[in-house]
């Protein structure tokens, strides 16, 4: 039962198969006499490219063994008379925008995680309602009655908590998961089911004989720690309920600068990954230089070959919009939550934007020593040895800004780029 000491309630909100039912509601508006949500259907992409997979799947359809990110033609041998509708991204934009419109009306407080699910900070709102399921449930029906389709609600003291109540039993139902509960509730669930559990660390823990998220939560964190580096220290923490991240409301006039870019082929090594990022990173702060703005908070996107996100940020100890700086924090906060899972998309975004000309306040760490070069180690895949001061990083940025407006983007290129250049399609934001 929910406890009113409780400092703070978090809401995570999740549309039930979205893709699906929302071309479901499409086809039923535009006169189609079959809901995609009562018979084995499955929304995929053009099985001729690389996004011949399952993006969405009807309950029927999970009936018949069929899985999210696996390839269509797989789903085909398991289901012959399986129905199979091309995905409408920009349908899926409207309806999401509409999603957090009405979920607005009950509270300001919301973090959008992607396009089909955010968290919502009940506490602000806590007084209005009876108890934080009331809320919830008041929140499920509305959207139902209003839009037409069915989200799960999650409730819980911790955000990593509520996203793992909202992802138990479905559709169309709330869930609780308060810190006091995960003994119980969750402890006994495979590690599979744990946020941020991807298959190569169910397999490396499973060969520590860990098997259930209570065995992981029990375990030595400095074992975990030995074999999964901060991924395991971060999937101990979750194991235990530790979370002390809070919901990030993004107001209408917030702004920011990024890229992301699909790979052509799924990204498996810290190498690759690094060298997308640094090719980020140079669009990201080009464009930040461009519009005479420095950022203070960077964030690094994953979308792995399930097509499961994750995203990690960080606030900058002073603005900028130096290329070495991104690319070393996009590089870190990569290294922090990357699980080996193959990844299929890569992105860098900031935000937190000020005029590059404002003055900032400096901490004595920020000074140089005195007779000493104010230098940084180089970015990874550059010689061994080669230091830039700041002084230097501006110089090289300006000189390979000025030679690609005059004779174009590819005019020069860092030579750690040139190892490998996977084909990718770029979205810009």
């Keep these: 039962m929910y406890n009113e000491a409780m400092e703070r309630i978090i809401f995570h909100i999740d549309v039930n198969s979205a893709f699906l039912s929302w071309s479901a509601l499409e086809k039923l508006h ?34 018949y063994g069929i899985s999210t990110g696996e390839p269509i033609v797989n789903a085909l041998r398991k289901c012959p008379g399986l129905t199979v509708e091309m995905p409408d991204h920009k349908l899926y934009r409207r309806r999401s925008r509409e999603l957090m419109e009405l979920l607005s009306r009950f509270c300001p407080d919301i973090e959008q995680v992607s396009v089909d699910e955010c968290y919502m900070d009940y506490t602000p709102i806590s007084r209005r309602y009876a108890d934080p399921e009331t809320a919830a449930h008041l929140i499920k029906e509305q959207v139902k009655n209003e839009l037409g389709f ?28 308060y810190s006091y509960e995960i003994r119980q509730k969750m402890w006994p669930l495979p590690l599979s089911s744990l946020f941020m559990c991807g298959h190569s660390s169910v397999e490396a823990l499973r060969n520590l ?18 074999h999964l580096k901060s991924h395991g220290r971060l999937l101990w923490e979750y194991a235990n309920g530790i979370d002390d991240s809070t919901v990030v409301t993004t107001h209408a006039d917030a702004k920011g600068i990024g890229n992301s870019v699909t790979l052509s082929e799924d990204a498996a090594d810290y190498e690759t990954a690094h060298r997308v990022l640094l090719s980020l990173a140079e669009s990201v702060s080009r464009r930040l230089r461009d519009a005479g703005q420095a950022a203070s908070m960077v964030s690094t996107e994953i979308k792995y070959n ?11 100890p002073l603005p900028t919009n130096q290329t070495d700086d991104i690319y070393r924090t996009a590089c870190s906060l990569f290294d922090e939550i990357w699980d080996r899972t193959p990844v299929r998309l890569l992105g860098i975004r900031s935000s937190k934007l000020t005029g590059e000309e404002e003055p900032t306040q400096l901490s004595l760490f920020d000074l140089p020593d005195i007779g000493q070069d104010n230098t940084t180690p180089a970015p990874a895949g550059t010689r061994s040895g080669t230091r830039l001061s700041a002084d ?17 983007q590819d005019a020069v290129v860092r030579g750690s780029l040139m190892r490998g250049d996977p084909k990718r399609q770029t979205k810009k934001s």
């Design 209 to 226: 004989e860990i098997l259930t998220i209570g065995d992981l939560a029990q375990a030595d964190r400095s074992i975990i720690e030995l």
């Design 150 to 177: 069915t989200v799960n609600v999650g409730i819980s003291d911790r955000k990593v908590l509520a996203k793992m109540a909202s992802d138990f039993r479905k559709p169309d139902l709330v869930h609780t998961l």
């Design 306 to 316: 399930t097509f499961r996100k994750v995203s990690h940020q960080t606030t900058l």
């Design 392 to 408: 230097k990083k501006k110089q090289l940025d300006a000189a390979l800004d000025a030679i690609r407006k005059r004779y174009g």
């Design 30 to 63: 535009n006169g189609s006499e079959v809901d995609l949500r009562t018979i084995p259907a499955i929304i995929g992409g053009d099985m001729a490219k690389r996004h011949g997979v399952v993006l969405a799947k009807s309950i029927p359809a999970k009936a």
